[in-house]
């Protein structure tokens, strides 16, 4: 073999070298991605199968914990299953299919969830639904009889006491309840003279009474004036 032969085979042999390097690189990279991707998959799966089996036995420990109750809702009796930790307000719109009344805040601050409990209005949000399994309970659906509106309905509709309505079902269960405490003599923190037997009906102690229903649209003096007229109404009656 020449010289010159010998020095082509080994300028090939060098030339060859730097292709089977970066060859075998990449193979080593291939693996290393198949082996991190297989990896992560597995950790997936696991994880995975971890929180099904979480989820299952809390739904399992749910299902144990639920209660069969009655509750009487607008004079209709209703019987549930549920857990004790269902609020009233969660049971009347998510149960009973009873949507009139609304979740704003879910924190009591708003009153849009407001219903009536023995004539009484509370925010049915902050209540649990098990607790009334023996009380009159009336939402803004139960308020009209024999299809006629209740006064205090037909007041907000023709002072426009309402715009966009998300908050009106729970003005008005509130507004319903203010009449009768007025009504009824009951104080609150407007009222000029506690030691009076009965209390002068003002705009002032409507818009106390009142205060914990938020409207945002800002129909505070319609709604003011929608009571008055039912007041009105009520004592005409």
């Excluded at 075998?24 to 199968?49: C, D, K, M, P």
């Excluded at 009222?191 to 818009?207: G, L």
């Amino acid at each position: 073999m020449s010289d010159s032969d010998t020095s082509a085979s080994g300028s090939n042999d060098g030339g060859d070298r730097p292709e089977h390097d970066s060859t075998v690189e990449l193979l080593w990279r291939r693996r290393e991605f198949l082996q991190t991707s297989l990896s992560g998959a597995i950790a997936a799966a696991v994880v995975n199968s971890a929180d099904a089996s979480e989820k299952n036995s809390s739904l399992k420990s749910s299902s144990s914990n639920q209660r069969t109750f009655l509750l009487r809702v607008n004079g209709k009796p209703h019987q549930l299953t549920a857990e004790p930790r269902v609020t009233l307000l969660d049971a009347l719109r998510e149960r009973l299919d009873l949507t009139g009344t609304k979740k704003g805040c879910d924190r009591g601050q708003c009153g849009a969830c407001t219903v009536l409990i023995n004539g009484r209005r509370i925010n049915s949000c902050l209540t649990l639904a098990v607790m009334h399994e023996d009380d009159d309970i009336v939402t803004i659906e139960g308020l009209a009889q024999n299809n006629q509106l209740h006064p205090l309905q037909r007041a907000f509709v023709e002072y426009d006491a309402l715009q966009c309505g998300y908050c009106t079902p729970g003005q008005i269960c509130s507004g319903v309840a203010a009449i009768n405490e007025l009504r009824g003599g009951a104080i609150s923190q407007a009222t000029p003279d506690v030691r009076n037997a009965t209390v002068e009906i003002t705009s002032a102690e409507i818009r106390e009474r009142m205060s914990g229903n938020i409207c945002r649209c800002g129909a505070y003096t319609n709604i003011v004036a929608a009571i008055e007229a039912a007041l009105n109404v009520s004592s005409a009656g």
